[in-house]
């Protein structure tokens, strides 16, 4: 085995590396894509960077027919064709909030580790899964700590199935003397008679769910309770 064959193979044992530490972390977090999809994002990646640089010199020129070839060209398909798969994460929900930007933008990442690997910047690549990894677990966390009051909220969002219309405003009212932020408000009648209402509330990152659900299931005028954590 040549030494350009090894360096190859060098190539892909380091992206799939930094595949796998990207992946762990998506992994952990039970998102869409995991630890199979980073690796073999990343890997392919690479791959796909050695082919397109290889091949930019494998073709020699002649007296008849000069060849030039972009060592790249390859490699920057890989960065527009990769949306297609972080389009495919990013979910639209019932309550029309976002979903999976975080992932998306990871996949796009995965990517580009894996062509600068196979670029041969082995440095700068273990550099930007570094500040990839201390972007999305370590920053979120210190901003909760020392951020500004809009970083450490997290939104909620309440239905509440309500009989009484009248009891609509004391709800709302109720939400706001509990220093709850309203984001949004959407109110819907339903068939029955009752009326359904959305609330879209923020409230201290270390508030528990469940304890937003116990205060607002003892409204008076309240049949039903549905709580979903947005963020």
Known sequence: MNSINMEILIKLGISAVFGLIIGLERELKRKPVGLKTSLVICIVSCLLTIVSIESAYMFPNSDKVKITMDPLRLAAQIVSGIGFLGAGVILRRGNDSISGLTTAAMIWGAAGIGIAVGAGFYLEAFAGVALLIISVEFIPFLMKLIGPKQLREKEIMLQLFIR?????????????????????????????????????????YREKTTDVYSYVSSFKGVKKVEVESIS
């Open 164 to 204: 009484d219309k009248g009891q609509i405003d004391i709800a709302i009212t109720s939400l706001m003397e509990r220093n709850y932020i309203i984001r949004r408000v959407r109110i819907k009648d339903l068939d029955n008679g009752d009326h359904l209402v959305q609330i879209l509330v923020a409230v201290d």
